[in-house]
């Protein structure tokens, strides 16, 4: 209730909050409603992300030990007065808001109001919380997360700090990126031209500006964020000071990747395909970079006996292939891989989208022994709960959108039929049979037990709470970009019919009979928005 209390009066301020102008550069219009770093959304996000990181990779929130303390609690009820004092602070937020929109924050007033403005914020969420549970199960959940929470508040304020800095720190960050990136592509092609003034590299054909997204600052606060958390939460394992040569290490991997990127930007666009260089693998690379160095020291790092405690065991072949996890994570992260690796390769069309089918297939295929281990009984009602999904995505949608249309794309419209054709193929086989089943394994079989046990496989699907299904739902939301609300309904039906009996293949079923819907809307309908 606190949360769906608070989405709805976020929801409802976000509403109400004014259209960005130019001449609001500075109010605190400009900071609620700016993207990128530097920004109260970007510093929310990504401590939000932060303490879900360490929360579900780590286990340092241990808040399913509070479940019979939850239960204690709660048998309390709702006390009316904190709500009342909620109601209040909610009021005098936004009045403060109101005048606080048009007032610059670096003045004596701006920051007066702020802080009356943050004072009204937290006291409209305390006063919320306390309404709903004592204030003495908010100091235990504190002093449980306190870990969590704090690096996740290091990194929001972090990210901000770091992004404000490369504002201005980049150009020297982009210089050396040409210098390295030139070096490596000058032997192979002796016409290159670079230009340190302009941070500009082609050939007459083709050239480049190296700005800020490509100096490679992102991919580094992202490296030292992951290296981070994974020695603070791990340290017990880790022998120190040893361990800590594995933040430069892959500060510099990650860095020499993105050089790479540059280098293999420039050589795709000189080797005629500029779209797909500018397009595709402009947004995709970094991302695959950064995942590599961040695997692969996590695959190295712990079968070296130098960086590790006399008492801790290096990791070998026979114990990742027996990480309980990997069955229920694997062929998601096959389609998340497959999907990086098909859009390096696009032009403002996903053609290789067969590629998210074949690796997770791989990966099914691998684990389907332990699959066999799985309850996998389907009935009637998950069925009927998938096409409760598939009419409230369709609803959502035409209330959003206005009930506008979206016309096939026409790179698919104008390509050869037998082109066009296999690739609806794959894309129905993606959508009904391997996503089902990946995301599945991956949300219900895996997420919704963790977040009520560390030892998730202890859990029966018919005994995980209510709290746990709202969380992993808000997640699966959160995967469908625009879409989240439809997502997160969607994750709730799909919980509860899993919950019904325990049985895995019942949320399958209630996913494939949606998406099996929606291809059906888009094939017959036309109604190509849906894909």
């Given at each position: 209730?606190?949360?769906?209390?608070?989405?709805?009066?976020?929801?409802?301020?976000?509403?109400?909050l004014p259209a960005f102008s130019p001449d609001q550069a500075g109010t605190l219009t400009a900071v609620l409603t700016e993207k990128g770093p530097g920004t109260l959304r970007f510093v929310v996000v990504q401590f939000a992300v932060a303490f879900g990181m360490v929360s579900l990779l780590f286990g340092e929130t241990r808040i399913a030990s509070l479940r019979p303390i939850l239960t204690r609690f709660a048998q309390r009820g709702v006390v009316w007065r904190p709500l009342v004092a909620h109601g209040v602070s909610v009021l005098l937020f936004a009045g403060i808001s109101t005048i606080l929109s048009a007032v610059y924050l670096a003045t004596a007033p701006?920051?007066?109001?702020?802080?009356l403005w943050t004072a009204s914020a937290a006291a409209s969420v305390g006063s919320l919380g306390i309404a709903?549970?004592?204030?003495?199960?908010?100091?235990?959940?504190?002093?449980?997360?306190?870990?969590?929470l704090a690096f996740a508040a290091v990194v929001g304020v972090g990210a901000y700090a770091f992004g404000r800095l490369a504002l201005t720190l980049w150009r020297p960050l982009s210089h050396t990126t040409l210098v390295l990136a030139y070096a490596m592509l000058h032997p192979i092609v002796p016409a290159l031209a670079a230009d340190?003034?302009?941070?500009?590299?082609g050939v007459p054909g083709f050239r480049v500006q190296i700005g800020a997204p490509c100096s490679g600052y992102e991919g580094l606060g992202l490296m030292l964020v992951f290296l981070a958390a994974w020695l603070w939460f791990r340290r017990a394992e880790w022998r120190f000071p040893h361990a800590l040569v594995m933040v430069p290490i892959g500060l510099a991997g990650?860095?020499?990747?993105?050089?790479v990127r540059v280098a293999g930007l420039i050589l795709i666009g000189i080797a005629g395909a500029p779209d797909v260089a500018m397009g595709g693998f402009h947004s995709q690379a970094g991302w695959v970079g950064f995942n590599a160095v961040a695997l692969g020291a996590c695959l190295v790092a712990r079968r070296v006996p130098w960086l590790l405690r006399h008492d801790a065991k290096p990791a070998s072949a026979h114990s990742s292939r027996s990480n309980p996890t990997a069955m229920y994570l694997m062929p998601f992260l096959a389609v998340l891989a497959g999907s990086m690796a098909a859009q390096l390769a696009s032009a403002g069309f996903e053609w290789l989208y067969a590629m998210r089918v074949a690796l997770a297939a791989a990966a099914l295929c691998y684990f389907l022994p332990k699959y066999r281990t799985l309850e996998w009984r389907i009935g009637?009602?998950?069925l009927a709960l998938g096409g409760f999904v598939f009419v409230v995505w369709v609803a959502l949608d035409a209330f959003s959108s206005g009930g506008s249309q979206v016309n096939m794309p026409v790179a698919l419209a104008e390509a050869p039929a037998t082109w066009r054709m296999g690739w609806i193929a794959a894309r129905v086989v993606g959508s009904v049979i391997t996503v089902p089943i990946a995301e599945e394994l991956a949300f219900r079989g895996f997420l919704l037990r963790r977040l009520d046990a560390d030892d998730f496989q202890s859990i029966r699907g018919s005994a995980v709470s209510w709290v746990a299904i709202l969380l992993s739902s808000a997640a699966f939301g959160a995967l469908h970009g625009e879409r989240w609300l439809a997502g997160t309904i969607a994750g709730v039906v799909y919980g509860v019919a899993y919950v019904r009996r325990g049985s895995i293949g019942d949320a399958v079923a209630a996913h494939a009979t949606t998406n099996a819907l929606i291809a059906a809307e888009v094939l017959i309908a036309g109604h190509w928005q849906f894909w």
């Open positions: 209730m606190v949360v769906a209390i608070l989405v709805l009066e976020l929801v409802a301020f976000r509403a109400w701006g920051v007066t109001l702020a802080a709903f549970m004592p204030a003495a199960f908010w100091t235990l959940l504190f002093r449980r997360t306190r870990h969590a340190p003034s302009s941070l500009t590299m990650v860095w020499i990747l993105n050089c009637w009602t998950s």
